[in-house]
């Protein structure tokens, strides 16, 4: 098992408020990812990071905004949730292997309702 | 990345291997092949990779073709709790290094 961590595992909240959600990994990975992923539809990247102090944007625009002040922390914030934002949050690690792909590893996720 | 093509669903008996195929035609030397699998509501879990000899973890087996244009992931034992879509991914280090998914085979372990 990977030990990669997500909280909440669960959350509803009202429109407006701001919301942090919580990623760790202690496996000491340098790259690390969040995805969304609506019921039975596929991954989409919104975020990532390569290593401390560096984040970019992915393939799916979001509002959100994340940060990497350490290693092994990558959390995700919502200034103020509306229902749009309803979904299911995956947060990823992985190592940097050189040439080839690095294998990713997920945490549980976080499922997002704004009502 | 290559695009793969895997069928929709399966059905397996527990306790039987599951041979889930996955067809990567366009496959170029440097993408290697990645298993993942997606148990209801939980993150994606990882299974195996590799690049063109076979391979075994404790999970699973990969069996690659020797043109690398197809693959087999093999369950040896299914269990109730292999129940789960199983995607098949071919991938070189790319920008944001992101995972696609398509639409995977949703593997039901009957009893």
């Known amino acids: 098992e990977a030990d990669i961590y997500q909280t909440p595992r669960y959350l509803v909240i009202g429109t407006g408020k701001k919301i942090t959600l919580e990623c760790s990994q202690t496996?000491?990975?340098?790259?690390m990812y969040w995805y969304q992923q609506d019921p039975g539809m596929e991954l989409h990247l919104i975020h990532y990071s390569y290593g401390v102090n560096s984040t970019e944007k992915g393939d799916l625009s979001s509002e959100s905004t994340v940060s990497r002040i350490r290693t092994e922390h990558f959390p995700l914030t919502l200034e103020s949730a509306r229902p749009s934002h309803t979904s299911q949050y995956l947060c990823?690690?992985?190592?940097?292997?050189?040439?080839?792909?690095?294998?990713?590893?997920f945490g549980p996720g976080t499922r997002l309702t704004v009502l | 990345d290559a695009k793969t093509t895997q069928p929709p669903s399966m059905d397996c008996a527990e306790g039987r291997a599951a041979n889930l195929p996955c067809n990567h035609s366009?496959?170029?030397?440097?993408?290697?092949v990645y298993w993942y699998r997606q148990i209801h509501s939980q993150g994606p879990q990882y299974i195996i990779h590799?690049?063109?000899n076979n391979e075994t973890n404790e999970m699973a087996s990969l069996i690659i073709t020797e043109d690398r244009k197809s693959s087999t992931l093999i369950l040896p034992h299914a269990t109730l709790r292999d129940t789960a879509v199983y995607y098949c991914i071919v991938r070189v280090r790319a920008a944001g290094n992101k995972l696609t998914f398509g639409g995977g085979t949703r593997v039901l372990v009957k009893p």
């Open positions: 496996m000491g990975h340098d790259k």
């Open positions: 590799g690049l063109k």
């Open positions: 366009t496959i170029s030397g440097n993408e290697y």
């Open positions: 990823a690690s992985s190592r940097s292997t050189g040439l080839f792909a690095d294998t990713q590893y």
